[in-house]
């Protein structure tokens, strides 16, 4: 009787934990085409809540590259898929469970109009880049029809911020070392060079 009452014990923990893992997102919260967010560790995860427990959402995935298995793709993306699928520029528009698609995150919902007949429409395998056709992207061309990412905008922004920074330096240097007489007055066409730079900081 005891290897039974062992195995009765192990099946009620897992149906429990695995309650307390749906616990954690009240599916009541959500309504069909609502845009959800997910913070990540360098990045913020974006899906369309379709109802019924169910998240469409373009994520990089190396598996459906290398088998045509529904049965092993339909499983949750782990990290080393998603990186691989990264490298390989390789994703899905796939749907998944909210609970599957939060990864242990918490999540936030942006209540949005129906874009869920959209989101459906784009499933199936798709090119993945990280900085012109990622997640966020999926998903405002969901809700807005136009397939844009804030977070694109700030990393080009950033390294067009860096190239001008160093181009102005070397522009700097060059003129102070190699103009003798006149360094004073190349510094300070310099120095309004760099005020006009700080416009686009």
Not at 147 to 159: C, H, M, P
Request: hydrophobic residues 40%; glycine residues 6%.
């Amino acid at each position: 009787a005891e290897p039974f009452q062992a195995f009765q014990v192990s099946r009620l923990s897992a149906r429990s934990s695995a309650r307390n893992k749906e616990s954690k997102y009240d599916l009541s919260l959500y309504k069909p085409g609502d845009l959800l967010e997910v913070p990540r560790t360098l990045f913020t995860h974006f899906g369309i809540y379709l109802g019924d427990n169910r998240v469409a959402h373009l994520i990089p995935d190396i598996l459906p590259a290398l088998t045509k298995d529904g049965q092993k793709i339909g499983k949750m993306v782990t990290n080393n898929r998603l990186i691989l699928g990264v490298i390989t520029k390789t994703a899905s528009v796939r749907v998944d469970t909210v609970v599957d698609f939060a990864y242990g995150s918490e999540i936030l919902i942006n209540h949005m109009d129906s874009v869920a007949r959209r989101a459906e429409k784009l499933l199936g395998s798709v090119t993945y880049s990280l900085l012109w056709y990622n997640c966020e992207h999926y998903v405002m061309y969901c809700r807005y029809g136009m397939a844009i990412s804030y977070q694109t905008y700030k990393v080009l922004q950033g390294v067009s911020c860096a190239v001008v920074s160093g181009a102005s330096l070397l522009w700097m240097r060059f003129f102070i070392i190699s103009d003798g007489k006149g360094a004073h007055s190349s510094w300070q066409k310099a120095s309004s060079s760099c005020k006009f730079l700080d416009c686009f900081a």
